[in-house]
C-alpha cells in the first residue's frame, strides 16, 4: 500500500504538533524548576543570614549577660553585698574560733546570706553531722553562743570605742555541770576583750575565782534579791 503525498503530509503535519506541544510542556517544566531552584537559594541564602544574625545576637547576649553581672556587682547594693558577705566570712571566722573554747562539744557554725539571713550549727557526734539553725540550740547552749556572739562582734571594734562592763545576770542558770564549766573557763577570754566584768550570782563567788574581784554575791529571798558581798564600793 502506498501513502500519499497528502497523507504524508499530514503525518510529518502531526509529528511537528506532537513535538512542539512536546517542548512546550518541557519549557514550562524548565521554567518551573528555574523559579524553584531560585526560591530554594534565597530560601538558603535567608536561613544562612537569619543563621548569622542569631550568632551575633547569641554573642550580645552573653556579653550583656557578663554587662549585667559587672553592673550587679558594681552597682552601690553590689557593692554593699560584697562588703556584708566580707564582714559575715569574718565574723563567722571569729565565732568558730572562739567557739572551740567554749562549747564542750564539737561545734561549728555558718553565717548563710542569700534572701534571708540565718546561721547554721553543725554538730559533731561520734563521727555523725548533724546542721540546724542556732536558734534550735538548747536554753543553755544559746547563752554561750550569745557570748561567742558578742565577743566575735566585739574584736571589730576599736580597742578605744568598745564598752568596758559586762554585767551577767545568773549566767550559769538553768546550766549543766559541763556547760557551766565551760562559760568559767571562757570569762578570762571575755575579760581580755571586756575588761570589765561583774558577775550577779547566789553562787558561792570562789565559783568565779577566775575573775575576782569583780563578782556581786546576791542573795535571793522571795521576788527580792540584795547584793551581800562584792558591789560598788
Excluded at 127 to 147: C, I, P, Q, W, Y
Aim: with cysteine; charged share 25%; hydrophobic share 40%.
Amino acid at each position: 500500500m502506498t501513502v500519499g503525498a497528502e497523507t504524508k503530509s499530514k503525518l510529518k503535519t502531526l509529528d511537528l504538533a506532537e513535538i512542539n506541544q512536546q517542548m512546550l510542556s518541557i519549557s514550562s517544566k524548565l521554567a518551573s524548576a528555574t523559579v524553584e531552584y531560585e526560591l530554594a537559594a534565597s530560601v538558603r541564602a535567608e536561613i544562612a543570614e537569619l543563621s548569622d544574625r542569631i550568632g551575633d545576637l547569641n554573642t550580645k547576649v552573653e556579653d550583656l549577660d557578663a554587662l549585667k553581672v559587672l553592673e550587679g556587682a558594681f552597682s552601690k547594693k553590689g557593692i554593699e553585698l560584697i562588703l556584708i558577705k566580707s564582714l559575715c566570712s569574718s565574723l563567722e571566722q571569729q565565732v568558730n574560733k572562739y567557739s572551740k573554747l567554749i562549747f564542750p562539744e564539737d561545734y561549728t557554725f555558718t553565717f548563710e546570706l542569700d534572701t534571708n539571713f540565718s546561721i547554721l550549727v553543725t554538730r559533731v557526734h561520734n563521727s555523725n553531722a548533724e546542721t540546724s539553725d542556732v536558734r534550735k540550740l538548747s536554753g543553755a547552749e544559746r547563752k554561750l553562743f550569745s557570748l561567742v556572739l558578742l565577743i566575735s562582734l566585739l574584736t571589730f571594734i576599736p580597742k578605744s570605742k568598745r564598752t568596758n562592763l559586762l554585767v551577767l545576770d545568773e549566767p550559769t542558770a538553768a546550766m549543766g555541770e559541763d556547760n557551766k564549766a565551760s562559760l568559767i573557763r571562757f570569762l578570762p577570754v571575755l575579760q581580755s576583750i571586756i575588761p570589765n566584768i561583774v558577775v550577779i550570782t547566789p553562787l558561792d563567788k570562789q565559783d568565779y575565782a577566775v575573775i575576782n574581784p569583780k563578782v556581786w554575791t546576791v542573795q535571793k529571798k522571795g521576788l527580792q534579791s540584795r547584793i551581800i558581798e562584792g558591789g560598788p564600793k
